[in-house]
């Protein structure tokens, strides 16, 4: 599968901006997704998961209650809604697939095979 992540960008602190992760190849509903992000200097951290059904979601506690994952397999895409969006949140944003047997939600990025070019979002104070 092939993943192309778009919507990042510039954005005050307290707006919103919503992410995309486009996929190809594979019926994308075999697959488990996830968002991670990586600020400059730092590891890569996990962000979010979704199951492949969609009716399972997992947040980071950094983001609980501001971000929101959700997917449309019938647009192959799954999409990451930010609000309330602050400084610490500006990193580059990928999105992750996985098609492996087990748990409905991954949150290690070694469970990810395919990865997007990412996104670049900032957030200014």
């Known amino acids: 599968v092939q993943l192309q992540a778009s919507g990042g960008g510039l954005v005050q602190a307290g707006g919103s901006l919503r992410l995309s992760c486009a996929a190809s190849?594979?019926?994308?509903?075999?697959?488990?997704m996830g968002w991670f992000r990586q600020a400059p200097g730092k590891e890569r951290e996990f962000v979010a998961a979704i199951s492949r059904s969609g009716s399972s979601t997992y947040y980071a506690d950094s983001v609980k209650g501001r971000f929101l994952i959700s997917r449309d397999n019938a647009e192959n895409t799954v999409y990451l809604q930010m609000n309330s969006l602050k400084p610490e949140d500006t990193a580059v944003y990928y999105c992750?697939?996985?098609?492996?047997?087990?748990?409905?939600?991954?949150?290690?990025?070694?469970?990810?095979?395919?990865w997007g070019q990412g996104t670049l979002v900032t957030v200014s104070g």
């Open positions: 992750a697939a996985t098609a492996r047997v087990g748990p409905v939600i991954y949150l290690y990025a070694g469970d990810y095979d395919y």
């Open positions: 190849g594979r019926t994308f509903s075999s697959y488990a």
